[in-house]
């Protein structure tokens, strides 16, 4: 079964105090590996999508990396504004749409 | 990105009764998807939704206690039907825009079920 764990829970930073969000996974043959951010009271909002391992993206103060194991959201000089909760997700080869969601990761970024 | 639009935002219903939430789309998608996030747990999927056909459900979930429509590219609805407090959860529409970007997210429906 395809699992997904997200570590730690909960974080919190000070504003300029970089960190790693971490994602753990399991699947039967990768297709692609998603994180999104999900602000209280609101549905999750697409951030990047990872295919392979190596494979890097960035985003503001934001970069995602991807092994055959996991995915590290690093967070370089985080801003209040940054304070959210991060989820990762998975999709298996084989032909469905389903994603499969972590817990999340809830961020607090104190100025 | 897509639009989309969920009504109602959130509800508190009585135990028994079925909530439909709606779900409007700003452009003509294939596929819909209804999650489930409960307090504390991951999103779970419910069911995919295609137009024309019947819903396709996850392990876990019928279409008895969650019925679907997509009567059109752009419209779903989902009734949680003979609610009870295990219901209680926010419920969100999305949909897939293509290779690259998944899944574009409503603001979902918060349902208390007392």
């Known amino acids: 079964e395809d699992q997904v764990t997200q570590s730690p829970e909960a974080l919190r930073l000070q504003e300029g105090e970089s960190s790693s969000l971490n994602c753990s996974y399991t699947?039967?043959?990768?297709?692609?590996l998603f994180w999104y951010r999900q602000d209280p009271g609101k549905g999750p909002e697409f951030l990047f999508t990872?295919?392979?391992a190596g494979e890097e993206k960035e985003k503001e103060r934001l970069k995602a990396t991807l092994t055959k194991k996991e995915s590290f959201l690093h967070i370089t000089a985080p801003k209040p504004e940054d304070s959210a909760t991060y989820l990762c997700?998975?999709?298996?080869?084989?032909?469905?749409?389903?994603?499969?969601f972590g817990k999340g990761t809830k961020l607090t970024v104190n100025p | 990105s897509a639009v989309i639009s969920q009504k109602p935002s959130r509800d508190i219903c009585q135990r028994g009764t079925s909530l439909t939430i709606q779900c409007q789309v700003d452009?003509?998608?294939?596929?819909m998807f209804w999650y489930r996030q409960q307090p504390g747990q991951s999103l779970t999927l419910i069911a995919t939704?295609?137009?024309?056909?019947?819903?396709?459900?996850e392990s876990g979930f019928v279409i008895d206690k969650f019925p679907i429509s997509r009567p059109n590219l752009t419209f779903s609805t989902l009734t949680v039907s003979n609610m009870s407090p295990e219901d209680s959860s926010i419920y969100l529409c999305?949909?897939?825009?293509?290779?690259?970007?998944?899944?574009?997210f409503g603001s979902g429906t918060q349902l208390s079920v007392l």
């Open positions: 999305s949909v897939d825009r293509g290779v690259g970007e998944k899944l574009f």
């Open positions: 699947v039967s043959g990768l297709r692609g």
């Open positions: 990872l295919y392979s």
């Open positions: 997700a998975v999709q298996a080869q084989g032909g469905s749409e389903k994603l499969v």
């Open positions: 452009s003509q998608v294939t596929m």
């Open positions: 939704a295609n137009q024309g056909s019947e819903a396709t459900y």
